[in-house]
């Protein structure tokens, strides 16, 4: 991507202009402009260097404060930008599981072999090893699993559901 096209890196809380809909909200500031990801690393106060937050939902996602120069990830993250404690620009690498939670949620909802995501720890601790049962997530509007090798059924695949959630954070 051409740099020139590229929006100008601003501090997340600035006024950047002011509300002109609807007729209720006339005149009020915009002030802040800012990504869930990121917003969740200030709000754990993630100021420095090395300083990172882990939040888990429908997704998985860790972030870490890289300080004021960003950087290429040798691991596939993705460099961010973020706040740091003085609101002037600072980066991030971000890691991203986006349909961890969403997966359990497939399990229960669709699958129906669990009546709900607390289950899921109980029937993974279970069992010692996945026996070659792999659960490939892809971010689409269904979920898609690819199950290789089951051996033992259901139980295996709520285990490495959960183990595909954690071997993808950082």
């Known amino acids: 991507v051409p740099a ?18 609807p007729e209720g909200l006339k005149g009020i500031p915009i002030a802040s402009l800012v990504g869930d990801q990121q917003a969740a690393l200030a709000g754990q106060a993630c100021f420095l260097p090395g300083e990172a937050k882990n939040t888990y939902g429908t997704g998985l996602f860790v972030v870490m404060n890289l300080g004021t ?23 991030a690498f971000e ?9 359990i949620q497939w399990l229960r909802d669709e699958l129906r072999i ?3 995501a607390a289950e899921t720890a109980e029937i993974a601790g279970s069992i010692a090893d996945s026996a070659g049962v792999y659960v490939r997530q ?33």
């Open 4 to 21: 020139a096209i590229l929006q100008e890196v601003r501090p997340s809380s600035q006024v950047y202009g002011m509300a002109v809909k």
């Open 69 to 91: 120069a960003p950087r290429t990830s040798e691991h596939g993250l993705l460099t961010t930008l973020a706040g740091g404690a003085d609101l002037k620009p600072a980066y």
């Open 95 to 103: 890691g991203s599981v986006f349909i961890a939670g969403a997966a």
């Open 114 to 116: 669990i009546g709900g």
């Open 138 to 170: 892809h971010r689409v509007i269904d979920i898609t699993v690819l199950a290789a090798g089951v051996e033992s059924g259901l139980i295996r695949l709520c285990q490495r559901s959960l183990q595909g959630e954690s071997s993808r954070q950082v």
